[in-house]
């Protein structure tokens, strides 16, 4: 049985929303539920049904779930056991370009904020990190839920080590750090001006590249063989 939480009436929940929306520009980044709450006054209940609504049109993250999240699907071991780095970044030149073009066409303010600051490489941030933040913020903006889950089980498969088509460690190439930076800002661009097209041939072009450097590495392994 759920626990009972009264309506919230609509004009409340657009002032409620409102205020939330001041803060999170003035301030950058919300403070925690309790005392979002009592800044504003409001009743817990009142304040999730604003969250909710935030949430809802991407202006807000998802809400973290309170269950404990496998690494890997059920099933990961065996795809990984079955799979390549060529496949995982075939699978993904299939899913992503589609996902920019989405999420050109549907996010948020927020997320497109989002998204540009993944853009770019941080000094003292790991390099495969950056980059799959910036690619699942384009997933999440994209707002179709199951390509989103999709997307998940593929970059778990992609950062398995075993299957090594992305890493955790920090950058050891500038240079390449670099350019993959400017293919980022590229696609993150064209999301922002809302150009479809723009966006779908960047981040094809940007995969494409990602393919290459695979096959190149590839290709050097069974030199040295």
Known sequence: MTEYEPE???????????????????????????????????????????????????????????????????????????????EVIELRLILEPSLARLASLRASPFEIARIADA???????????????????????????????????????GVDARVQVAHTEPATCPKRIGQRDSEHRLIADAIARRDPDAAEAAMRNHLLAVQKRIMERGNAGIAAA
């Open 8 to 86: 919230v009436a609509p004009s409340e929940l657009d002032e409620i929303v409102a205020a939330v929306r001041r803060i999170q520009q003035e301030e950058g980044k919300l403070p925690s539920e309790r005392d979002l709450a009592e800044q504003l006054n409001v009743k817990r209940h009142q304040l999730r049904k604003a969250l909710e609504a935030l949430r809802r049109v991407g202006d807000l993250e998802p809400a973290r779930s309170k269950r404990a999240v496998a690494a890997l699907p059920r099933y990961g071991e065996e795809l990984i056991r079955l799979t390549n780095p060529l």
């Open 119 to 157: 853009a770019s490489t941080q000094d003292h941030t790991r390099s495969g990190e950056v980059d799959l933040t910036f690619h699942m913020a384009i997933a999440s903006a994209a707002r179709n839920h199951l390509a989103g889950e999709f997307y998940k089980m593929l970059r778990q498969v």
